[in-house]
């Protein structure tokens, strides 16, 4: 199969458009594909109208059911990353490919973790002049990351949250209800560590929000941002004293039950 061209301006119905075409040339239902690759038919159809964006194992799957050389695996990561910037891209890439993923944000949740109404919010903030279709591209490639933690091996993600993101009201009071449940729902995941850092914990370890990631096969490097651009480090000394500085506020941080619970009440908050 050719790549289209021009590219659809959605990425989920360019998939789901390709993914129709696909099974319309080799006269199949989307009840044997669905067979064909483990999954549920519900789930072959949110992916054929462009509601759900498939994950990587779907992928793969379709290219062993078509026959096509890797074209819906490579159509997939093409989705993925539109509406990304550039230097935003290999952040993407490392996050795909890690095991252990610990992050410290200090006024925004992390973007694995928004819900759609929060992602949309942010960006509206950051990008007034932009139409609804260009921050729905960006919603889309935003949530498009949870793909990672619906993969067989899921990384271990593990998050310690400044309560200023908790408390900083981002959309409107129904927005962030919504949020601190969704929070509060990721909780239990068991691939999933959330802790609080509160404000009675006095100043925090550090002031800017960073990231560090493992991969599978290799050592730990650090990722942080400054206006417009995203810095990767494999620096030994640099990591290890981001490393020093992460056990540090996970040591001051409430524990995941308590921070589960503080989820729970601050949503209430909001939704009074």
């Not at 075409?21 to 159809?45: D, N």
């Not at 002049?129 to 889309?140: L, M, N, P």
Request: overall charge negative; charged content about 25%; proline content about 6%.
């Amino acid at each position: 199969m050719n790549e289209p061209s021009p590219e659809p301006a959605n990425g989920l119905e360019w998939f789901g458009r390709e993914l129709e075409a696909a099974l319309e040339h080799k006269g199949a239902k989307q009840r044997e594909l669905a067979e064909f690759t483990g999954y549920k038919e519900p789930y072959v159809s949110k992916a054929k109208t462009g509601k759900a964006l498939p994950s990587m194992h779907f992928a793969k799957g379709c290219d062993r059911f078509f026959n096509t050389s890797g074209y819906f695996t490579r159509l997939l990561v093409r989705v993925s990353e539109r509406g990304h910037p550039g230097w935003f891209v290999p952040y993407i890439n490392l996050e795909k490919q890690s095991s252990q993923i610990e992050d410290y944000s200090n006024a925004l949740i992390m973007g694995m973790l928004q819900t759609s109404a929060y992602a949309e919010a942010t960006f509206r903030a950051t990008h007034p002049r932009e139409t609804d279709d260009q921050i729905k591209a960006r919603v889309e490639a935003r949530l498009a990351r949870r793909g990672v933690l619906e993969h067989d091996d899921p990384p271990l993600l593990w998050v310690i949250l400044h309560e200023s993101a908790l408390r900083t009201e981002v959309g409107n009071r129904a927005v962030m209800a919504d949020q601190l449940r969704h929070l509060a729902s990721e909780a239990g995941n068991p691939h999933i560590t959330l802790q609080v850092l509160r404000f009675s914990a006095g100043a925090p370890a550090s002031s800017l929000p960073f990231i560090l990631l493992t991969p599978a096969d290799g050592a730990t490097v650090l990722y942080s941002e400054s206006r417009g651009q995203g810095h990767v480090t494999d620096s030994a000394a640099a990591v290890a004293d981001a490393r020093t500085t992460y056990e540090r506020m996970r040591a001051s941080a409430r524990d995941p039950e308590e921070s589960l619970a503080l989820f729970r009440d601050i949503a209430e908050e909001y939704a009074r």
